[in-house]
């Protein structure tokens, strides 16, 4: 768990735990504990007796028996993309996209007013987020609101020059079922247990839309497990968003 009042260190601290240990796979989450509004949000880490504002949480396991790392999210890709031309020096807010006032050009691409486009209305950010293709990976890397400047307060860093693939909502509780059903089998024979971290967003936007219920039912067909809600992602070295990432433990036979 890492406090988020690292929200602005995330990718760096991610690529320093990793420069010396390559091969280590990194899964986890944010603790927070008012994920509606990051910008209020305020975290406690406790671990042994001690609790902390500005601390990470790191713990390692060693183990025989099998493991993975895995991710689901519940987006689909549209094939069309948008560059993120002009940036502020946090590279978190995007002034301009595809050269043009950020929040005009993606509320043009998704088909909605600005004022509709917070994270957590129904028709905006959450239904159409942006990603970050790897191969034939989708990374999400959301927008959160837009500002009234123009400009778009995204949950990551960004890079001026980036090309990201506008996704749109799939099925909810479809997704996340199948994750369970068919790919922690696939990747981890007869899985035992799991450590879930999952985007508190995930279940603010599915209460949202009213699949709030069917999202909770699809839990019963994971693996034994334990985990958190939590305020943002990692998934092997990345920082994400909107997506549940597992640690998933088999059978030491």
Known sequence: MIDDGFRYKKEELLLGMLERNPDILLVGGGASDQFHDPSKATALVHVDGEVATDATLVAMFRTDAAFAALRAHWYEPTGERLTISKLDESHQRALEIDGR???????????????????????????????????????????????????????????????LEVMKLGDVAGHTRRFFTETVPS????????LLFHCGARS??????????????TFAAAPPCVGFDVHFEIYCGFHINTTLTSLVFGNSR
């Open 101 to 163: 006032p950020a929040a005009e050009r993606y509320a043009e691409i998704v088909g909605v007013p600005i004022d509709e486009l917070e994270f957590g209305k129904p028709d905006g950010f959450a239904r159409r987020p942006t990603a970050l293709k790897v191969g034939k990976e989708y990374f999400l890397r959301a927008p959160w609101k837009p500002l009234p400047d123009g400009s778009v307060l995204f949950a990551n860093l960004l890079e001026e020059g980036a090309e």
């Open 187 to 194: 990747r981890v024979a007869e899985p035992t247990a799991a």
């Open 204 to 217: 603010w936007f599915a209460g949202a839309i009213g699949q709030g219920e069917a999202l909770n039912a």
